[in-house]
């Protein structure tokens, strides 16, 4: 059934555990709370603005950051979704 169902929408064949799991162990490490100080410039890695790391409480990352009009914005984030990099570059 899958096989045709797939075929229906030109997937292919279903992606097989073993190569899910063989791309996650190439994937780069993801950030964790203790690679993070107060006062770092972080980015989410999906984008956005830079904000900075205000507090740490195990892997719960307050970050703030200010939008364009000088309002001051506050967010919780996990470690795992932050980078050091920019990605809006």
Request: hydrophobic fraction near 40%; glycine fraction near 6%; proline fraction near 4%.
């Amino acid at each position: 059934m899958w096989k045709a169902f797939n075929n229906l929408f030109g997937w292919g064949e279903p992606v097989s555990p073993q190569l899910e799991q063989q791309d996650l162990e190439t994937e780069e490490e993801s950030m964790t709370y203790s690679d993070l100080e107060l006062g770092d410039v972080v980015f989410l890695e999906s984008g956005g603005p830079a904000m900075t790391v205000i507090n740490i409480c195990n892997n719960a990352i307050t970050t703030a950051w200010f939008d364009g009009e000088y309002n001051l914005h506050t967010a919780i984030v996990v470690a795992e979704a932050l980078t050091f990099d920019d990605p809006n570059d």
